[in-house]
């Protein structure tokens, strides 16, 4: 409980930043054309699929990938397990920054980004949209006030602005002690907003498409769809923090912290029971399990994230296998193909705009899908290099 | 453990029940938008239509609509040669199509913007850049739009297009000559030119009486069913087609009587009815919160561990 978080300082020019460098640039270069020359000259997008990998991955998985944020949040601070408190810090970051690259990437996609700001002024409380953008908005601002105490304990009492800013050193300080204390009083009061938003737009992401009933493949088109949206990101979240801590533990040379996730690890299966029990109870209810064996695209895609979803529930139930790491990253690693299969199912693979046209991505929406990924785990890298993010090995 | 276990699944599951409630609940019916007497809209008649396409040379001609090839020209010679679209798209309001199978009797059909009674369009664009006007017309404005093409996913007509090729693209769509005509007092640029009197402009109440009176008169040519007047909750463009040819054959689904966007609006309208749902799970968590607080801070004082 007394360990302290610190700011890895590991040198940062290593090949692996350079690795990323270069997918940045070439989405840079793809963007390039997007801007300036429309989205025919990048994208395979057309008149039957408007919402291509940019929508369906950068901004639907993104939301859902994010979920670590609000669960081991909820767990820790709002469920009182603070035996887990190791990993709120690095969840924290991980949904900021992956909320941040959400808002990035819907500005890549949007036809008119400057108008972008249209979503604060002209309402239209019928509009799904309009409700996802809102919480959005929101719960980015609500992970930045979490992510500030981070700042200001690497920060305060030791601000040096370099050259003629130095001047503003004192009123920095001055202004990170404000903060200070705005976010002691404050801070459960945005913990559990944190939740309530992500609680938000996680169900309104799953009524989206249901304004297509006529488009929408069955096994998906379901009034439970806002649910089944939440539940799955729900459980994705804790899956997310086994896959961060574990690749973070590789590359940055530290000690995994495999009793601990071994230990909130044990939640996946609750959470996936939970899931599953919906998803498979909606379509009973509906009537419509005889279509996911049909043979067609669509089934097989359903009965693939079905047994993603699936495997590791029944894997994870037992305790042997959570505390094998090997296999815990694995079955986290399922759940995360599954819940990004399931919106790629909900979002392109389940839609069906008519026969004239179909949709892969381009060369160009992948790179510049890859280099939002790359950013991410560039500002992560920066994130626990210079704050401290990551408790002391003990 | 094991008690601590037992409460955080019975409190886990009163807070997800709630929000489960919440969500799921039995969608209410939202009361249904009805047409408005001075609406206008437009009847096609696909048993007159001879396909001479003389609504769609009006249509570009009115919108000032670029030609669009599938030959190629343009490449070659710097200018389209025919306009001969294969789609709605950014360039062509209108389109007529022939339909028919193999050795089925061919019918040639007008599609365009159906500017629904309760268009899905206008409840799914975020800044309500799509609205339905006082003269039934379903209006796009540019300035407001976003451009994320969340109408053209609501659409069951796949109407709203997108300009694919512009750096700042925009929504196109027919706009049932709303300013360019009707304000003037014209009927639409396609039905003013029709020389088969496959399209008859009017008052949509009126084209109702008009389509039953056709359909009553020759039962034998008519399918007795007036396509629009009830499809999606009713649109502003409505279609007669032959006895034995299905509306969905040519193009026009075949789809309930309810708006498409009734469910989507009953699920968020219950989310966030009267905020009552978040500010009750908001309520919930925070209870939880606080207790387990107390909890803790009574075990620092009777000196207990910390991870209890």
Known sequence: MNIKALPLRHRFWTPNVAVLLFFMASGVVFAYFRFFHGFASVTNLN??????????????????????????????????????????????????IGYFLVGLAVFFDLGKYYNIWHALVYWNGTSVLFEVAWCVMLYLTVLAIENLPNVIEQFRGKVALPGFLSGLNGPTDWLLGKADGFCRRTMAFFVIAGVVLSFGHQSSLGTMMLIAPYKLHELWYTPLSPLLFLTSAVSVGIPMVVFEGTLAAKFFGRKPETELLAGIAKYIPLFLGTYLLLRLGDLAYRGVLATAFDGSLQGNAFLLEFALFAVPYFVLKRRRSRQNPTLLFLCSLSVICAVVLNRFNVFLIGMDMGPEYSYFPSVGEWAITFAFIAFGVLLYKIGVNYLPILEEEH | MDISRRKFLKIGAAA???????????????????????????????????????????????NKLEAESTLGEKEALGEQLYDAPRALSEHTYTLIKMHGEGEQEKTFVKAQCMHCVDPAC????????????DNGAVKYDAGMCMGCRYCMVACPYSVPQFEWHRAIPSIRKCTLCSETRLEKGKPTACAGVCPAGAITFGRRSELIKIARARIDAAPEIYLDHIYGEQEVGGTG???LTKKYVAFAGLG??????????GLTESIQHRIFQYFIPPIAVYSILGGIMAYNQRRKHNAGIEGGDDEY
């Open chain 2, 16 to 62: 997800g029940g709630s929000a489960a409630c919440a969500v799921a609940a039995k969608a209410e019916a939202r009361n249904a938008r009805q047409p408005e007497p001075q609406w206008y809209g437009m009847l096609n008649d696909s048993t007159r239509c001879i396909g001479c396409k003389a609504c769609m040379v009006a249509c570009k001609k009115e």
């Open chain 2, 237 to 239: 463009v409505l279609y």
């Open chain 2, 252 to 261: 026009l689904g075949d789809f309930d009587y309810k708006p498409v966007s």
């Open chain 1, 47 to 96: 008149p039957a699929y408007p919402f291509g990998i940019w929508i369906a991955f950068d901004v639907a998985c993104g939301v859902a990938l994010a979920a670590g944020g609000f669960t081991t949040a909820a767990i820790v601070e709002i469920f009182g397990r603070h035996k887990y408190h190791a990993l709120v810090r690095p969840a924290i970051l991980t949904a900021f």
């Open chain 2, 122 to 133: 206008a409840s799914a664009c975020i800044v309500g850049a799509l609205k339905k006007e």
